[in-house]
């Protein structure tokens, strides 16, 4: 039995948006209380109308809000590993990787798991309203109890401007942070500023739930051109039908071209 005065050792990663899935379950059982409440008082058209309306709202509200719950605390892990798995030609261990709007870990501390000399650094501004607990002490505590301390740096900076030299990086990655921008012209920087950090032969993993084919032309003008894009999970597929479209979960591998040629 866990000692309720020695603090948990597991690394803690959060739940995304952490406003957005309170106000879809909120809305989502008064739909289903509504629903059942007229259920239960004597059936007029009204109470009929009113059923039918609490149900149609419940199904997608509560869908999508225990589905962001569920994948925030149950299953970031498991998509963390999935993510790592496509980079193409495997991981040396030597890498200089960077997570761009890396929130409490759960990339970078992934990345540098599979690092040997290599290094990971995350970026962030550390807005709690995207990400709960969104603070670098934490993600540096993740990062000890991963056991990756050592190998695992975070620095406070806008994906706008990332602090670091042309082509520095064999690997950049991005998990659900680039589209926290919302202006077109924000994001368009956030995605030249990766294509310059990222060396020649360098590879970006980008995955997010809108915006794909802004990223993808961002980065084939700012010199990544070989681009493929991967599917993402069922469980993704059917995020995207609850949210009646508005969120299309991807992922685009994107490499820059060695540099002589
Ligand atoms: C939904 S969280 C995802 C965090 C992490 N990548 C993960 O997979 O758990 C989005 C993150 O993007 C960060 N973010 C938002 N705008 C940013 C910006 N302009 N520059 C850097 N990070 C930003 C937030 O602070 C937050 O940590």
Redesign the pocket.
Known sequence: MENPTQPSLRPD??I??PGVVRNLLVVGSVALLMCVVCLVLPRTDWTHSLARLGAQLAVPFLGMGGYMFYSSKYD?VRE?EWLLDLKPGGWRGDETVL??????G??LIGAAKRLTTGAAAG?????TQ??SG?HPERTLENSRREGVADRVTVKT????QIPFPDDHFDVIL????IH??YKVDERAA?VREIARVLKPSGVCILADVRHESQYAGVLRTNGVTDLQRRDTSIASILFAIISLGRARPFVLIGRKPPASS
Do not use: H, T
């Not at 970026?123 to 807005?127: K, M, N, S, T």
């Open positions: 990663y959060g995304d948006a970031k963390r997570d761009v709007g890396c929130g409490l759960v990339m970026i962030d501004i550390w807005q995207d990400l969104n900076a806008d994906m706008r991005s998990n659900a942070a926290n921008l956030a």
